[in-house]
């Protein structure tokens, strides 16, 4: 018996190999295994131009490069940065100059080598001309004049995608699926992407990934009710239908923040007490839970709780009583007999159905203060305004990245970089910077979408960047309500695309 | 090629004799073998406990000696109400140490408001300090930890889990190395690095590669087993339906702590090229089951969960031959990546890993499963 025992030891990892091929799966294999195969279909309801990462990019062209090119690092799910092209990183002269070491072995869809020169081509347009980048075999050098501590926090979100620039003018990349198919001016438009088969990380699980874009949301909502759009766009109000009738649905940590910011040199919003009563009056619990039905939560500080760990410090309460008073006091310092002062100007995205909805909501808590503002689309060429909407995403779930990309988007430039990473710097830099209420933050917005009952593994990052590469689909039969998570033909690969 | 796919028949046959020798086996004497040891993993107290005394000690150097303070600790964070409570009587003792007085509301000179708090990267604790018109704000932040979680009595198996690793490198697989008594000497894991797998310990004291660049995945898979001072590493790659398998097969030698033998890699065909997968119980279809135990006079499986990598996942034994739960499911909180086969050992055969992907800190973890006989 001992040795009949000593043979099967000998014979276990083979026995592991045996079982697998018996039984048609891993033999040691947990939860369920992604399935390949399948087309996914995607509704969006922005509108996506162009794929070509050298252009300003909005979050739903974004969301579509990332399907045919990478970056060279990325965020994982704790929020920490990890290689994607770039096996690793370093940097000399006071962060004045990054080396990114890239991978071997990768190609393009083009079947063209990965190099540091084709990489650095591609950065350099995106990047700008405040940068040098250049490359070397595997080696990419970018460097600036100025200190970049957070250059890798920045390369791993937005447009910074590594691509190649075939001869005909066509862009190929190293991501997991090609363009197949490309219609911007349709109505909607439309986006085929089919699988990268010889992907350096892996081929996708789906085949195919056909997206509808620039979709009315009443069509969006209609497709996903009857099973024709696998990821819906849906608008938080469509959501909340959605989950109510007991569809999947996902949505982001809070992501974007919406906010107030003054133009300060205005006479009208010049006094920092008229500015410091408009914060108090805005009444942000019902802006997070009735205007974006849920979709949002009351915001003091400028990042979420999530990304900050703080948060909770800055007051989100209303109250129009102390506004009341500020605004007295602002009054009471006119001259006697000056006219009333103008109504404010806030503008805000033409484009934008829910800012203009939340505008519309704090011009009503600002007349109950006793403050005049009229809302308006911005128009070019019209007149300036005195305030404006602004929608920031916040991109990078690292909590110093992401406070100095927000002060560069508002236009923060009055407050020195925190001394160091810990929570304890990052507050008093968020705190000067909201000190003079020049900028007031109203909510911040997760990031939404419904499910179709087959979609599986859909785990993108708590920052709402979507992972299509690891969503497989199941079949009809497994596709039953509770087999699915509570959350919520193949066409010849295109050697590149044209975007 | 194919020198395990010319041992296949014999291998299966080896299979079955294994399970029938394996089911001969007394179950008292399994009974006495269940008990785990190991290396435990940290546990969420100890950790907590330094930097709560180094916040109080930030507090205390901002308020005079003798002051009477109040304080009040929120918990706002993913951190259990347990833990919660153990930071509030260490906070307090603390305060006291240095030298503060603390006191009931009402009679205090001074109150002390701590909030658990805690963002993408860990806990921010954040001290709010009033002292009559003096108000400070200090934070801190404080590194993730992992509890260990308790585990669920059951039926006529008891399952037991102990967490034996936990980190943010992606685990594919685990074994144990085992001296003759049976005493662990080390855990071996098997981490990816992209397009490299690395065998390492849980103390982190060596790395070694494995000589080959492993072909990029999305699914990656591998299964490690030990015997005899060596562990074998089989990597599986799929190249999707109808495909088959690559399998790369390494043998490391634990005590020499290097690689003894890498075959060059084998390619499997598909399933059906063998046999049609057996009208077997539920846990065989899809899920795919998978390891072997013995309790009573019954042969079990262990096997997770239907769900997909979203959601958390548990662990049951049942029958072999019948859907029958022979105990309580274990928990856990993600997905379970992989079981690892156990051993074909008579003495080993109650325990194997299960690594995990957990879904609340993004940690891969390793578990050991322990079966012992319930009443």
Not at chain 1, 22 to 42: D, E, M
Not at chain 1, 280 to 290: E, F, G, K, Q, Y
Not at chain 2, 77 to 93: H, K, V, W
């Amino acid at each position: 018996m001992r040795s009949i025992a000593s043979r099967l030891r000998a014979g276990t990892s083979a026995a592991a190999v045996v079982l697998t091929l018996i039984f048609g799966v891993a033999a040691a294999r947990a939860s369920t295994r992604p399935k390949v195969g399948g087309t996914l279909r995607v509704e969006l309801s922005a509108r996506v131009a162009t794929l070509d990462p050298r252009l300003p990019a909005a979050l739903a062209q974004e969301r579509l490069d990332a399907l045919l090119f990478d970056r060279l690092v990325r965020f994982n799910e704790r929020g920490t940065l990890e290689g994607v092209l770039a096996a690793s990183w370093k940097s000399e002269e006071q962060d004045k100059r990054w080396h990114f070491q890239l991978r071997p072995n990768i190609k393009f869809s083009d079947g063209t080598p990965l190099t540091a020169d084709i990489a650095a081509q591609a950065l350099a347009p995106i990047l700008g001309t405040s940068f040098q980048v250049s490359g070397s075999s595997l080696d990419l050098v970018i460097e600036s004049a100025q200190p970049m501590p957070d250059l890798p926090e920045r390369l791993a979100t937005g447009h910074n995608f590594i691509f190649h620039v075939a001869a005909d003018g066509s862009l190929a990349g190293t991501g997991p699926f090609t363009l197949n198919e490309w219609i911007p001016d349709g109505a909607p438009g439309r986006a085929i992407f089919v699988e990268n088969a010889d992907c350096w990380a892996g081929r996708p699980f789906v085949d195919r990934i056909e997206v509808s874009f620039g979709v009315e949301p009443q069509r969006i909502e209609a497709d996903f009710e009857f099973g024709l759009a696998d990821v819906a766009d849906l608008a938080p109000a469509d959501l909340r239908r959605a989950s109510q009738r007991g569809a999947r649905t996902w949505s982001s940590k809070p992501v974007e923040l919406l906010a107030l910011v003054f133009d300060s040199q205005r006479p009208g919003v010049r006094d920092v007490r008229l500015r410091e009563a408009i914060a108090l009056a805005v009444d942000r619990s019902t802006l997070a839970n009735v205007v974006l039905q849920r979709q949002a939560v009351a915001a003091g500080g400028l990042l979420p709780q999530w990304i900050s760990g703080y948060e909770f410090l800055f007051p989100t309460a209303m109250d129009t009583g102390g506004a009341l008073s500020l605004v007295q006091s602002v009054n009471s310092a006119r001259a006697p007999g000056s006219p009333a002062p103008a109504p404010l100007i806030l503008v805000y995205d033409a484009s934008d159905a829910e800012a203009r909805a939340v505008a519309e909501r704090v011009a009503v808590n600002l007349h109950d203060a006793g403050i005049a503002m009229q809302t308006q689309p911005a128009k070019p060429g019209a007149a300036p305004a005195d305030v404006r909407l602004v929608r920031v995403r916040i991109t990078l779930p690292e909590p110093r990245a992401a406070l100095l990309q927000t002060f560069v988007v508002l236009g923060i430039t009055n407050v020195p970089s925190p001394s160091d990473n810990g929570p304890e710097a990052l507050y008093a830099a968020e705190r000067s910077a909201l000190a003079d209420a020049r900028v007031i933050p109203l909510v911040h917005e997760m990031e939404s979408c419904g499910l179709g009952a087959t979609v599986r593994d859909w785990m993108p990052l708590d920052s709402g960047e979507w992972r299509l590469d690891d969503v497989w689909l199941a079949q009809n039969a497994d596709a039953s309500p509770a087999a699915a998570p509570a959350a919520a033909p193949t066409s010849p690969a295109a050697t590149g695309g044209q975007p | 090629m194919p020198r395990i796919r010319r041992k296949l028949p014999r291998i299966f046959a080896s299979l079955l004799v294994a399970l029938f020798i394996s089911s001969l086996h007394a179950p008292q004497a399994r009974a006495a073998q269940a008990q785990s040891q190991g290396t435990p993993a940290p546990t969420q107290k100890s950790a907590l406990d330094a930097p709560a005394r180094e916040l109080v000690r930030r507090i205390a150097a901002s308020l005079p000696v003798g002051t009477r303070v109040t304080i009040e600790v929120r918990n706002q964070s993913s951190l259990s109400e347990d833990d919660a409570s153990a930071l509030r009587a260490t906070m307090a003792g603390e305060l006291s140490a240095r030298g503060l007085r603390t006191a009931g509301e009402g009679s205090a000179a001074a109150s002390v408001t701590v909030t658990l708090s805690e963002n993408v990267q860990g806990y921010v604790w954040v001290a709010q300090i009033l002292d009559g018109d003096d108000s400070a704000v200090l934070l801190q932040s404080v590194p993730r930890e992992n509890a260990v979680a308790a585990a669920p009595e059951s039926k006529k198996i008891v399952l037991r889990k102990e967490l034996l690793w936990s980190g943010p490198a992606h685990i594919l697989g685990a074994a144990e190395a085992r001296a003759p008594n049976g005493d662990t000497i080390d855990l071996f894991l098997l981490e990816l690095e992209t397009t490299t797998a690395v065998i390492t310990d849980s103390k982190d004291s060596f790395r070694t590669e494995l000589p080959f660049v492993v072909p990029g995945s999305r699914d990656p898979e591998a299964h490690l087993s030990f015997y005899d001072d060596r562990i074998t590493v089989d990597f599986f790659i799929r190249h999707g339906v109808g495909s088959g398998y690559d399998v790369d097969e390494c043998v490391f030698s634990t005590a020499g702590r290097e690689m003894a033998n890498c075959p060059e890699l084998r390619h499997f065909p598909p399933p059906d090229a063998f046999s049609e997968p057996p009208a077997g119980p539920s846990v065989l279809g899809d899920q795919g089951a998978l390891v072997l135990l013995l309790c009573l006079d019954t042969q079990a499986l262990l096997s997770s969960g239907r769900g997909d990598y979203t959601q958390s996942d548990s662990i049951a034994a049942e029958a072999i031959n019948k859907q029958d739960g022979l105990s309580s499911p274990v928990e856990f909180p993600g997905p379970v990546i992989n079981l690892e086969a156990a051993p074909l050992d008579q003495k080993f055969d109650e325990s194997t890993l299960a690594i995990v992907h957990n879904l609340k800190n993004g940690n891969y973890e390793v578990y050991r499963i322990t079966a012992a006989c319930g009443n």
